[in-house]
C-alpha cells in the first residue's frame, strides 16, 4: 500500500528517517566537493595568495579527496523512511518498498555524535545492498541510544522472527 492510500485511509505512517536527509544526501556532499574543489583548483591555479605551495596543496587535495570520497559515500546511502505498523517503508528512486520488520536481522546505531547514523540490515531479498541507513530526527545529546532505536527493537520483537538474537537495549 502506498504512503498516499495510508493517508487516505486514515493511517498515520510515521517518518523515521529525518527531514534533513535530502539536505545530506543532495546538498552538503555534493555542495562540499565543490566548494572546497573550487578553492583547491584555485590554488593549483595561482589565483589563491598563500597557497602556491606545491606540498600544502598536494596535502589538501588529498584530504579533500578522502574527506568527499566519504561524503559522498555516506551521504549517497541515506534512505527515506517510515514506519506503518510492522512494515518499513523505503522511498528509493521514486519507488516505494515495503520491508516486513520480522525480516531485520540487526539494527545498528552511531552514538558518538550529535547526527546519528541507524543502520538496519535485512535479511537477503528485500532491498538491493539488504541494508537500510538512515539519519533519524536529531536528538540533543550525542552518546545516548534514539528513542527511535528502542522503538524499532520493540516493534521487531512484536512482529517475531527468525533473528530472535537483536539484544535487549536498556
Do not use: C, N
Amino acid at each position: 500500500m502506498r504512503l498516499q492510500d495510508m493517508a487516505s485511509k486514515g493511517e498515520a505512517p510515521q517518518r523515521i528517517s529525518s527531514s534533513s536527509t535530502g539536505f545530506w544526501k543532495w546538498v552538503f556532499a555534493p555542495g562540499w566537493m565543490l566548494f572546497v574543489g573550487g578553492a583547491i583548483l584555485a590554488g593549483w591555479m595561482g589565483l589563491l595568495d598563500g597557497l602556491s605551495w606545491d606540498r600544502g596543496l598536494v596535502l589538501l587535495t588529498a584530504i579533500w579527496l578522502g574527506l568527499g570520497s566519504f561524503f559522498l559515500w555516506w551521504a549517497g546511502r541515506l534512505e527515506h523512511i517510515w514506519l506503518e505498523g510492522d512494515l518499513l517503508v523505503v522511498h528509493r528512486g521514486g519507488r516505494e518498498i515495503h520491508v516486513p520488520l520480522k525480516s531485520v536481522r540487526a539494527i545498528t546505531e552511531t552514538r558518538w555524535s550529535r547526527v546519528k547514523a541507524v543502520t538496519v540490515e535485512l535479511e537477503p531479498g528485500h532491498v538491493p545492498g539488504d541494508e537500510l541507513f538512515f539519519v533519524p530526527p536529531l536528538r540533543p545529546l550525542p552518546f545516548l541510544s534514539h528513542p527511535l532505536v528502542k522503538d524499532l527493537y520493540r516493534r521487531k520483537r512484536l512482529a517475531g522472527s527468525r533473528y530472535a538474537s537483536l539484544p535487549e537495549l536498556p
